[in-house]
């Protein structure tokens, strides 16, 4: 069997990448933009940076901005009618993974007219054309969904998030710079940096992992491990090496898949909608714990990305404990709540268990799993 790769035509890196845009728009002959954001990224001059790019040279756009944290249906469809109305040819995506991936729901849909019910595009659709081109600019060190195959959108009536692969949604250029990134708040840059740590964990330990993806997330756990407290300070050194960390775990993940962290994360969105990075983080350790003996012995270069010392000289039970402490004490140094005592409902967590179990990311996890053992975990963080 062979190993496929996917990954952006371009990713520009660094302090004032986004000013590449207008070159790429040009070179590339497109007339109008369409540039999907959220209202408080346009409120608070965020979603401007990229908009003074294209006013300097001329470039036309239309912005897009009824789009809200863990997107629904309804702003993608809002959307697509938004974007037949335009004229646009092109869709220059500012946010985080919540503008990213209705932009990319919006591009396939427009591209693949068969496809307009978004519930039918959950999972693996068989769409057959590539989505309007995108260039994505991130604004938080988190999702990667700049670099990634994946879009999730939530259905408000079910109550369920959809996670939606597809090749054809991938950013053609991604503009990776920290300065889109210095305006988030503490708690934000904590929680979306948990999340970029939860994708290069469980990218790591998937199912699918090899060496190619191992050399990844590897990589993007000691970036994240050295640099998540800088960022959270908002020094610039600390925000440039999450912005890069963030992204190297895209790479890898997008190719193989994640676990059960972020099954267990996703229903927590749909139903109360949890920032997704701040759900991913306080169930990372726990899952981590349950998930170590199908593991072998990564959790060895868990801990040694993590900075853990001594490595080599502990038993199998004494690295993968560092890990998970590791793991632990970074989320509590960045303000990330234990437990889900404040969040989750114990007679909703039948439901949750079972979204959990239906979800696209769980049959990822290195450990086989069934929806008993899911509730025992949801019940152990309550
Ligand atoms: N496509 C993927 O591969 C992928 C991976 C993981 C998560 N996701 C999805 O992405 C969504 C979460 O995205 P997110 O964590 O990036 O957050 P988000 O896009 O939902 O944004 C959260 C809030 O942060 C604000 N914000 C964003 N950037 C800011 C900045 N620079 N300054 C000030 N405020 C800023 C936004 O306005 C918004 O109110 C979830 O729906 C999740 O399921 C997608
Ligand atoms: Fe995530």
């Known amino acids: 069997m062979s190993n496929r790769f996917i990954l952006n035509e371009v990713a520009y890196h660094g302090p004032g990448a986004v000013k590449e845009i207008a070159a790429e728009a040009k070179g590339r002959g497109f007339s109008k933009a369409f540039v999907c954001s959220d209202p408080d990224l346009v409120k608070f001059g965020v979603t401007k940076k990229v908009l003074d790019v294209l006013e300097n040279d001329g470039l036309s756009y239309e912005v897009y901005s009824n789009i809200k944290a863990n997107p629904t249906i309804e702003n993608v469809q809002a959307g697509v009618e938004a974007f037949k109305a335009s004229g646009a040819d092109y869709i220059i995506a500012v946010g985080g993974g919540s503008s990213m991936d209705t932009a990319k729901a919006v591009g396939i849909i427009i591209a693949n007219p068969d496809f307009a019910d978004v519930r039918s595009l959950e999972g693996v659709a068989p769409t057959a054309n590539k989505s309007v081109p995108i260039f994505a600019v991130p604004t ?71 060496e190619l993806s191992d050399m990844f997330h590897l990589k993007a756990i000691e970036i994240i491990a050295r640099s998540l407290r800088d960022a959270v300070d908002n020094t610039p050194k600390g925000r440039e090496d999450m912005a890069l960390g963030q992204y190297i775990a895209g790479m890898g993940f997008s190719n193989v898949g994640l676990g059960i962290v972020h099954s267990m994360a996703h229903p927590l969105g749909a139903l109360y909608d949890t920032p997704h990075g701040v759900a991913n983080a306080i169930i990372l350790p726990t899952v981590m714990e349950y998930n170590a003996p199908a593991t072998g012995d990564k959790y060895k270069y868990i801990a040694q990305a993590m900075g853990v010392e001594d490595t080599e000289s502990m038993s199998v039970e004494e690295y993968r404990k560092a890990a998970v402490d590791a ?42 799993t069934s929806v008993e053992e899911i509730t025992e975990l949801y019940k152990k963080m309550i």
Not at 333 to 362: H, M, N, T, W
């Open 140 to 210: 938080t060190a988190g999702t990667a969904a700049e670099v990634t195959i994946n879009y999730v959108i939530t259905d408000v009536e079910k109550n369920r998030k959809m996670v939606c692969v597809d090749p054809k949604d991938i950013p053609v250029v991604a503009f990776v710079d920290p300065d889109m990134m210095s305006s988030m708040p503490k708690g934000l840059t904590a929680a979306t940096g948990m999340d970029a740590l939860t994708h290069a964990i469980e990218g790591y330990i998937t199912a699918g992992a090899w």
């Open 327 to 368: 793991v632990r004490k970074l989320s509590q140094d960045v303000g990330i709540p234990a437990d889900l005592k404040e969040i989750v409902k114990e007679e909703d967590i039948p439901f949750l268990a079972q979204s959990a179990y239906d979800d696209a990311c769980r049959p990822g996890n290195p450990r086989e």
